[in-house]
């Protein structure tokens, strides 16, 4: 088969056009202008307005620049300067010009503003009338009104005073709130402004029906997602939260909500349309990490988040921390049912495995151990009950209430033939026999968990409260028996603007039979003391988000986990950045057996926040005031304290 193959070449006029072209373009940007702009004479608000204002006079790159146009420039300049500080409240404002060469093509225009004296208030009425009056909101919005008798006669801030009322009512319901009057009344000779500003608020609206169109999910399932009902007062911030909870759900890709307002109905009704469309059902995440609680963590997520249209999901997640070598394989299933609450089934699986050393405190002070022997603990845990969510508060919190029951297999592996250098021989394997038993526990509760966090960055405040109760006992087939009651709280609260307080305790209480071992050495005598109650369960206190100060988890019976616990802490931020913070706290706390001899560790220092888009990035220096020095240690963590 012949082929045959062309080449294009340019012609030699083509050639030349080209050429004309580029010596055209490159004399043309050697002889281009230059017209930089300068403002003196007065600084920030006034200044960026009338560097906004001018900008576009600026040249650069252009053709050569005529002393015509340069004179037409700078008068427009003049001009341009002297009215945009007008919205400002300075109606006599004047610039100069002045035109300076900087080299054989650049020319600099220095603008000298003279702003004159500025229009000031004489009168102001500021009235809300109607249903939404009486707003907290409203009336803080009145009483810091910024252009008062003898203000500077700001439009701009007249403008954003009066879109910040509108939004504030537009949040709690009041959607046909308008002004009847927004009027200044100027008088340039004299150079005051009379002010006139009437805000009616209007009939508050309400929720109307919420209609879903998507195929993903059985009809019905979501019927029960909304925080309102039909009739409750209309809320910015519940229709976030719904949002925010149609995205939960894991179900859909792409959500849009729609609000149809019938302001003209009475009550003024907001009837919702929602349009989802389903997501892919599988999606995977992966996180490597670095924390001076766990040190270097690596995780691997797999959500399937529809299993089918009754709206069941599963998690599963694998993961390894370098504290402890631990490992752990979590697998979590969620089932809705219909009834007139938001419930749901849940059924959790967990194999934790984890080293851990057999250790003896030397002394009640200090952090002096004598290791028996190195062990591994490995957990088996499978939990099954209802999940209940309640609203309260018209919707604005949620308490996560499960009531479950859960059974434990756990198994302990030490070797106690290995015994430290420091003991001489002992018949240590006849002492501690009974650590090495591996009794299942079959145990029946409830928990609850209470978020309440708003914000974002330094200003997140709010509460979160856990609690929980169990109890394990013979009577349903358990082999150990214990019964255990928990309750923690955390709390953020501004003081103004730049400071913030944030409070933290916890307490513990578990019934659980003790075993108190006696090693009778040569020289001295260690008492080991340890807990019936599956490691699970047992109480740790030290570490970033405990009693700082204090390593991670070494505060608590022997080092092996307690019956008992009780920390609290109080934290006092400052800013002093836009997302930056110095901290100072106290800490107080340990985890213990026996109540009769408790003794509260306690650490204090200081740290710093910065609040990236990943969460806060705390870093603590805290002084452990117990130990023998008072030495130093650092604690390094991401996220809110909250979650």
């Known amino acids: 088969m012949n082929s045959t193959k062309f080449r294009l070449r340019p012609s030699p006029l083509l050639r030349r056009a080209w050429l004309s072209l580029i010596l055209a373009a490159a004399w043309s940007g050697a002889q281009a202008d230059q017209l930089v702009i300068e403002v003196e004479g007065i600084g920030d608000p006034l200044l960026a307005n009338v560097q906004s204002r001018v900008r576009a006079l600026r040249v650069a790159g252009g053709p050569r620049l005529s002393r015509r146009r340069l004179d037409r420039l700078t008068e427009t300049a003049e001009r341009e300067a002297a009215l945009a500080l007008r919205p400002l409240g300075y109606h006599h404002a004047a610039a100069t010009g002045r035109l300076n060469p900087v080299d054989e093509n650049g020319w600099r225009l220095v603008l000298r503003v003279d702003p004159g004296p500025p229009q000031t ?296 033939g290995e015994l430290d250098d420091e003991l001489p021989v002992v018949n240590i394997e006849g002492e501690l026999a009974s650590l090495t038993e591996n009794p299942s526990a079959l145990s029946i509760g409830v928990q609850w968990d209470w978020p309440h966090i708003l914000g974002r960055g330094f200003q997140t405040v709010g509460h979160h409260h856990r609690a929980w109760l169990f109890t394990a006992q013979e009577a349903w087939g358990s082999e150990r028996e214990f019964t255990q009651a928990y309750l923690s709280s955390s709390w953020h609260r501004m003081l103004g603007q730049r400071w913030k307080l944030l409070l933290r305790g916890e307490a513990g209480y578990t019934d659980a039979a003790v075993s108190d071992i006696r090693l009778e050495l040569e020289d001295r005598t260690l008492e080991l003391s340890v807990t019936d109650l599956p490691n699970l369960y047992r109480f740790k206190a030290g570490g970033s988000r405990s009693v700082r100060g204090y390593s991670f988890e070494s505060l608590s019976t022997n080092g092996i986990g307690s019956n008992h616990i009780v920390t609290a802490s109080v934290e006092l931020e400052m800013n002093f950045l836009a997302n930056w913070s110095l901290a100072a706290f106290f800490d107080a706390g340990n985890a213990f057996n026996d109540w009769s001899d408790v003794e509260l560790r306690k650490g204090a220092g200081v740290g710093v926040r910065w609040y990236s888009i990943a969460g806060a990035i705390r870093l603590d220096f805290a002084q452990a005031l117990d130990l023998e020095g008072d030495p130093w240690r650092i604690h390094f963590t991401i996220g809110t304290p909250l979650l």
């Open 121 to 416: 208030v004489a009168t102001s009425l500021v009235e809300v009338t109607g249903p939404g009056s009486g707003l907290t909101e409203i009336e803080e919005w009145k009483s810091q009104w910024p252009l008062g008798p003898g203000r500077v006669m700001d439009q701009t801030v007249w403008e954003a005073q009066k879109q910040d009322a509108l939004d504030l009512l537009e949040k709690q319901g009041y959607l046909g709130a308008r002004y009847l009057e927004h009027v200044i009344e100027m008088d340039l000779d004299h150079n005051t402004a009379d002010t006139r500003l009437v805000l009616d608020t209007g009939p508050q609206a309400v929720m109307g029906t919420v209609t879903f169109e998507q195929d993903a999910v059985s009809p019905g399932i979501l019927e029960l997602l909304p925080r309102f009902a039909e009739g409750q007062a209309y809320s910015a911030w519940l229709m976030e939260r719904f949002r925010l909870d149609l995205w939960r759900t894991g179900y859909f890709k792409d959500i849009e909500i729609i609000e149809e307002r019938r302001l003209e109905d009475e009550p003024p009704t907001v009837d919702l349309v929602v349009r989802a469309t389903p997501r892919l059902p599988s999606t995977y995440q992966g996180t490597i990490g670095f924390g001076t609680d766990t040190g270097i963590r690596a995780q691997l997520f797999w959500t399937r988040h529809l299993i089918s249209e009754r709206g069941d999901s599963l998690d599963t997640g694998v993961g390894w921390q370098q504290e402890f070598n631990e490992y752990s394989l979590r697998s979590g299933y969620r089932l809705p049912r219909r009834s007139k609450a938001r419930d749901f089934w849940v059924a959790d699986f967990l194999v934790n495995r984890k080293n851990q050393d057999l250790e003896v405190r030397v002394s009640d002070l200090g952090d002096d151990f004598v290791r028996l022997s190195k062990g591994t603990i490995t957990d088996y845990s499978i939990k099954g009950g209802r999940l209940i969510i309640r609203d309260f508060s018209q919707g604005h919190q949620q308490i996560f209430e499960t009531w479950y029951g859960q059974y434990v297999y756990e198994t302990v592996s030490y070797n106690l």
